[in-house]
């Protein structure tokens, strides 16, 4: 069958199979790369929505060789998200508290190596979510990422 086919189809294919083999071996898998430093979230990939308490944990990576300074215009600003349905029409996202305006500028440092993890608890408005397939955008110590979760009415 091969000896059948011409000479730039099978180029063709042996091209598509290169591309294949190195998108696969290449592909982002989501974790931080030696050298770099970056956030890692995890949610749960369903939720009971009778359940407003929705955990994520966030995990900061410095994978780098030098340590980190972590900073943030205020404590209310460390932590911040945004809850949209997957085209973008928001849902909910962190509120500013009247009282950050007066403390000054957080900081932190993240030693080289290492990794500062935090579990926090987002309540979910139950007035404005419904079952189905959510997107949420998390900015911690400067640090985003995107991830996906599901809400079910029972498990």
Not at 47 to 74: E, G, T, W
Not at 119 to 125: A, C, E, P, S, Y
Request: with cysteine; charged share 20%; hydrophobic share 45%.
């Amino acid at each position: 069958m091969l000896r059948q086919m011409s000479p730039v189809l099978l180029t063709t294919l042996a091209a598509i199979l290169v591309i294949i083999i190195f998108a696969v071996f290449f592909r982002d898998d989501g974790k931080i790369g030696r050298g770099e430093i970056g956030l890692e979230v995890g949610v749960p990939l369903q939720h009971n929505l009778a359940s407003p308490q929705l955990p994520v944990v966030l995990r900061i990576v410095n994978n780098s060789d030098s340590d980190v300074k972590l900073k943030a215009p205020n404590s209310c600003k460390i932590f911040r998200y945004i809850i949209t349905w997957p085209n973008g029409t928001f849902k909910q996202a962190s509120g500013d508290d009247p009282a950050c305006v007066s403390r000054g500028m957080s900081e932190d440092v993240l030693a080289a190596q290492s990794a500062k993890e935090e579990i926090q608890v987002i309540t979910l408005d139950r007035e404005r979510f419904e079952a189905g397939t959510y997107a949420i955008q998390i900015r911690y110590w400067g640090y985003e990422k995107a991830a996906q979760f599901k809400l079910v009415n029972d498990y």
